[in-house]
T-cell receptor, first 114, second 117 residues
Framework: AQSVTQLDSQVPVFEEAPVELRCNYS??????LFWYVQYPNQGLQLLLK??????LVESINGFEAEFNKSQTSFHLRKPSVHISDTAEYFC????????????FGTGTKLQVIP | DTGVSQNPRHKITKRGQNVTFRCDPI?????LYWYRQTLGQGPEFLTY????????KSRLLSDRFSAERPKGSFSTLEIQRTEQGDSAMYLC???????????????FGPGTRLTVL
């Protein structure tokens, strides 16, 4: 079984400042890793994913995450946040290969302060 | 394709009533999932379909819950004799593995928010 720990429940940050949202996972097998974003009263949207290959993955809106196998981490970063990035971010993990149940963390609320 | 859709978006019901939610997945996706999300928590897996076959059910899915996907397209989730503890957001997701070694990335609908009074 896999598990995910998101260390921060809320992260306030000023607009245009950098941000890091932390995610650690636990698994005895190879994994896929995901970050989803949830805006108020909406469903989850896939932000980025790590499947294999390059350990640094990027999204189209400036977020990036780096898979660190030795640290079992998949932290999400953005060098300069915008007000529109205010949302809740969920880290998720599944075992790799075919269908596997996805396990989500408890989420981190990112609040961007003008 | 417009993505995964769910209806209704909101449902308020009295304790003891039955409710049914519908999910329409992305048309070419053969895998469909139901999750429950309570306030302050991440989504929790409830059940999974591949085509019309229900292949996995979480222990969270009590006997009062039943899910179907009769023709391998849309799915319904029914809760019988609702309880206040059933109040949550119910999320549907779909996916399709494309090619050998392809990923099974899940795409989510907007959810149905259930409030049991």
């Amino acid at each position: 079984a896999q598990s995910v720990t998101q260390l921060d429940s809320q992260v306030p940050v000023f607009e245009e400042a950098p941000v890091e949202l932390r995610c650690n996972y636990s698994s005895s097998v190879s994994v896929y890793l995901f970050w989803y974003v949830q805006y108020p009263n909406q469903g989850l949207q896939l932000l980025l994913k790590y499947l294999s290959g390059s350990t640094l993955v990027e999204s189209i809106n400036g977020f990036e995450a780096e898979f660190n196998k030795s640290q079992t981490s998949f932290h999400l970063r953005k060098p300069s946040v915008h007000i529109s990035d205010t949302a809740e971010y969920f880290c998720a993990v599944s075992a790799s290969g075919g269908y596997q149940k996805v396990t989500f963390g408890t989420g981190t609320k990112l609040q961007v302060i003008p | 394709d417009t993505g995964v859709s769910q209806n209704p978006r909101h449902k308020i019901t009295k304790r003891g009533q039955n409710v049914t939610f519908r999910c329409d997945p992305i048309s070419e996706h053969n895998r469909l999932y139901w999750y429950r999300q309570t306030l302050g928590q991440g989504p929790e897996f409830l059940t999974y379909f591949q085509n019309e076959a229900q292949l996995e059910k979480s222990r969270l899915l009590s006997d009062r819950f039943s899910a179907e996907r009769p023709k391998g397209s849309f799915s319904t989730l029914e809760i019988q004799r609702t309880e206040q503890g059933d109040s949550a957001m119910y999320l549907c997701a779909s996916s399709s593995r494309i090619g050998k070694g392809g990923t099974d990335t899940q795409y989510f609908g907007p959810g149905t928010r259930l409030t049991v009074l």
